[in-house]
């Protein structure tokens, strides 16, 4: 298995999950059920594991401050029962791709990129891994393109889920893996991080003071041991993700990169919202 060629495919499925987070149509369908807005995303991605309790989401989203999680989580399921939530994502996912790849939605790439997601899902194991068990638990939607967006957040949180091993395997916490990868340049900006992760500026100055003296940050940057480390934890994710690119196949994987390429590209201006990726990010606004 090509691992490299499978870490580059996680990457470049990973837009066709991840852009509901930032559609209207999630927001919309989400409103019309009583989640208010600032506990949309918590409700969306929490909702496959149930009614869950604050601790278990702030372990399995782990860079958000649990104060933050606290505060929000509670009141989600008196507003919104987790099956309705979940009712509310698939619809807005719908609308969402409907929009974004226009005609392509029922195109044989889109038919053909979910056969091949879906086959790789069969490879992905549960174990450790929460946030997939309970997403691998919903039932398959029945359209394709639909088929492939649920596939891909299958695929997205097994890597997700090992990611977080990484993580502490590399004796980071929540906000120190946060501002590391913040540091990198090619995520979100300091300003959003903080804002949509619920750390204050003092929290962020202490964590990067922490990280100093590891000899991992200087200032704002990455030290030659603090880039070395993200590589490591890169490395060590996709290592415990190559689960479902085994089961795909070399030949497989080079067909789905292939076959997606487009369809990622469609979905790319759903991330053009100013102030949230930095210059370097691959989803910050091109002008």
């Known amino acids: 298995m090509d691992a490299s060629a499978a870490a580059a495919l996680?990457?470049?499925l990973e837009p066709l999950h991840s852009m509901i987070y930032f559609v209207p149509e999630a927001g919309e369908?989400?409103?019309?059920?009583?989640?208010?807005?600032?506990?949309q995303y918590f409700a969306q991605r929490a909702a496959p594991m149930g009614a869950v309790g604050p601790g278990l989401v702030a372990a399995t989203f782990f860079n958000f401050n649990p104060a933050m999680i606290a505060r929000t989580v509670p009141g989600v399921w008196s507003s919104a029962a987790p099956g309705d939530v979940v009712n509310a994502r698939l619809r807005a996912a719908d609308r969402?791709?409907?929009?974004?790849?226009g005609d392509e939605v029922a195109s044989a790439a889109v038919d053909e990129a979910a056969t091949l997601a879906r086959r790789a899902c069969a490879g992905a194991t549960p174990e450790d891994r929460p946030l997939y068990a309970?997403?691998?638990?919903?039932?398959?939607?029945?359209?394709?393109?639909?088929?492939?967006?649920?596939?891909?957040?299958?695929?997205?949180?097994?890597?997700?889920?090992?990611?977080?091993?990484?993580?502490?395997?590399?004796?980071?916490?929540?906000?120190?893996?946060?501002v590391t990868h913040v540091a990198t340049g090619?995520?979100?900006?300091?300003?959003f991080a903080q804002q949509s992760r619920g750390w204050s500026p003092e929290q962020w100055a202490d964590?990067?003071?922490?990280?100093?003296?590891?000899?991992?940050?200087?200032?704002?940057?990455?030290?030659?041991e603090g880039e070395e480390l993200r590589r490591e934890i890169e490395d060590h994710t996709t290592r415990m993700s190559l689960g479902p690119w085994r089961r795909l196949g070399d030949d497989g994987v080079a067909r789905l990169t292939e076959v997606s390429r487009p369809l990622s590209k469609a979905v790319l201006p759903a991330f053009a919202v100013e102030g949230v990726f930095a210059p370097r990010s691959p989803r910050a606004p091109q002008g």
Request: proline content about 6%.
């Open 207 to 224: 964590a990067k003071a922490g990280l100093a003296e590891r000899g991992l940050m200087d200032g704002d940057a990455l030290t030659p």
């Open 10 to 12: 996680a990457k470049r």
């Open 186 to 191: 090619t995520g979100f900006t300091v300003a």
């Open 29 to 39: 369908e989400l409103k019309e059920i009583g989640v208010r807005p600032r506990d």
């Open 134 to 178: 309970g997403h691998a638990d919903l039932p398959w939607p029945e359209e394709p393109h639909l088929v492939l967006w649920h596939a891909v957040t299958l695929l997205r949180e097994h890597r997700g889920d090992a990611h977080l091993h990484a993580l502490v395997s590399a004796g980071l916490s929540g906000i120190e893996a946060l």
């Open 96 to 101: 969402a791709l409907r929009r974004l790849l």
